[in-house]
């Protein structure tokens, strides 16, 4: 299909996704009718937007929509997390679906995958519901002493049951367990060193969480991913989905668990993770910026 004209306007904004007040949660870029923009086109835009991601909405021959989702950096990323969930609250939130009076299902094609989305309301609210592909795992990660290094943390701090290892429920991301939340706070990574430890994992970011087996209905988590661009994020759904399918798997947990993510940087997220028996990532979001893209 041809480039987008020089003079055609489209739909964008922002939305802060797993929010229940604005400016807080993980805030998302949305670009709707995006059919006719070239790839090149899509990556200027998310990285004149300069979000951790831009999602643009496109139609499908294989579902409801089809998304697409780039980094600041313009590298693209997959996966049903908050740049997928954060779309479909966009165009509900904007009355573009129709009523959404009950449970309403959709599926949406994106990184290759066509993956179902339960919308519904909750007290005057539109919440989203995301089924994830099921779980992979990779081998445990042998070379602890480089990672340890990498997160810039000491050795006590990184915890071995359950050991470090690539979860994957639509992206695979390296999954660590620290001591507590204070440690989890604590890490500073090195770009340098992460990256290499992400690579010879084949991983795409570090999900850093501390447990309590005492309480396992919730987490506490930090999210790095220098492989694309994107240093630290508020709150990741294709993350904290493999997180819970682990901890899953290990006998840790057994019902649903909220994982916390983003307070470190001021935007606290709450991602509600369910297993059916694939990972569901669950929230609501806040439409906060509403305009017109000129091109």
């Known amino acids: 299909m041809p480039p987008q004209s020089s003079n055609a306007a489209l739909t964008a904004g922002l939305i802060d996704v797993f929010a229940d007040t604005a400016l807080s949660g993980n805030p998302l870029a949305v670009v709707e009718g995006a059919d006719a923009l070239s790839e090149a086109q899509m990556r200027r835009?998310?990285?004149?937007?300069?979000?951790?991601?831009?999602?643009?909405?496109?139609?499908?021959?294989?579902?409801?929509?089809?998304?697409?989702?780039?980094?600041?950096?313009?590298?693209?990323?997959?996966?049903?997390?908050?740049n997928a969930l954060g779309a479909w609250l966009w165009l509900a939130e904007d009355g573009k679906l129709g009523p959404i009076e009950g449970p309403r299902l959709f599926q949406q094609e994106i990184g290759g995958e066509v993956l179902p989305i339960e919308l519904r309301p909750v007290d005057g609210r539109i919440f989203g519901r995301m089924n994830q592909s099921a779980l992979k795992l990779g081998p445990d990660l042998t070379d602890v002493a480089a990672l340890t290094a990498a997160l810039g943390l000491a050795p006590e701090d990184v915890l071995s049951e359950p050991a470090p290892r690539v979860g994957d429920t639509g992206v695979a991301h390296l999954l660590v367990r620290l001591r507590d939340a204070a440690a989890v706070d604590r890490a500073e990574p090195s770009a340098k060193g992460l990256l290499k430890v992400l690579g010879a994992a084949a991983a795409e970011g570090c999900y850093v969480y501390a447990f309590d087996p005492?309480?396992?209905?919730?987490?506490?988590?930090?999210?790095?991913?220098?492989?694309?661009?994107?240093?630290?994020?508020?709150?990741?759904?294709?993350?904290?989905?493999?997180?819970?399918?682990?901890?899953?798997?290990?006998?840790?947990?057994?019902?649903?668990?909220?994982?916390?993510?983003?307070?470190?940087?001021?935007?606290?997220?709450?991602?509600?993770?369910?297993l059916a028996p694939e990972p569901q990532i669950s929230g609501a979001g806040i439409i906060v910026m509403r305009g017109t893209l000129t091109l």
Request: overall charge neutral; glycine content about 12%; cysteine-free.
């Open 45 to 82: 835009i998310a990285g004149e937007f300069n979000q951790a991601e831009t999602t643009f909405i496109m139609r499908s021959d294989r579902a409801d929509l089809k998304l697409r989702s780039f980094t600041a950096a313009g590298a693209e990323v997959g996966g049903a997390g908050h």
């Open 214 to 274: 005492a309480a396992p209905a919730h987490a506490y988590a930090r999210f790095f991913n220098p492989t694309v661009g994107l240093w630290e994020d508020a709150a990741t759904g294709t993350a904290a989905g493999p997180l819970a399918a682990y901890l899953a798997s290990q006998g840790l947990i057994s019902g649903p668990i909220d994982i916390e993510q983003g307070t470190r940087m001021g935007r606290k997220s709450i991602l509600r993770v369910s």
